[in-house]
């Protein structure tokens, strides 16, 4: 289903926050391309909630540390609290991107695996191909020198 966007007297049209598109453009192509942008802003809820979800932790954290020292007054105990849950999402982000590169350290890894396994199953089938089609080869050469 097409939307049209804001301001747009002749009604033609867009996806929200991107450019016009033709009219007509049904088919699987269209789909696809809608359930790409679905699944991008599918991806975009998703993060934005597991950030907002950090945020919530971090702060919440940051108050358990502060409840632990009751001698501290109102604005010390805001200020630890603000600081150490800066610290808490500090360390999650350096956390999750050193998990990024790992994901992509190993993807190269595996995937630079999966490729000489493809080459080597290819030439172990094809080298199959040429030792099954020499050995027919030699039998009906065989069955024609007995006839």
């Known amino acids: 289903m097409a ?3 804001p301001g747009d007297p002749q009604g033609s049209p867009s996806r929200p926050g991107g450019p016009p598109v033709a009219s007509g453009t049904g088919g699987a192509g269209g789909r696809d391309d809608l359930r790409a942008e679905a699944a991008a802003g599918i ?5 934005y909630l597991l950030a907002q979800h950090a945020r919530t ?15 501290l007054g109102p604005h010390e105990a805001e200020e630890i609290a603000r600081v150490f849950a800066q610290e808490h999402l500090a360390l999650r982000r350096r956390m999750f991107q050193a998990a990024v590169v790992r994901a992509d ?40 020198r007995t006839t």
């Open 105 to 144: 350290e190993l993807r190269r890894e595996y995937s630079g695996r999966y490729a000489c396994l493809r080459r080597r199953l290819v030439a172990a089938a094809l080298g199959s191909a040429v030792a099954l089609g020499a050995a027919t080869a030699l039998v009906w050469t065989a069955l024609a």
């Open 43 to 47: 991806a975009r809820m998703e993060g």
């Open 57 to 71: 932790e971090a702060a919440e954290a940051g108050a358990a540390f502060v409840g632990r020292f009751p001698w």
């Open 3 to 5: 939307v049209t966007g």
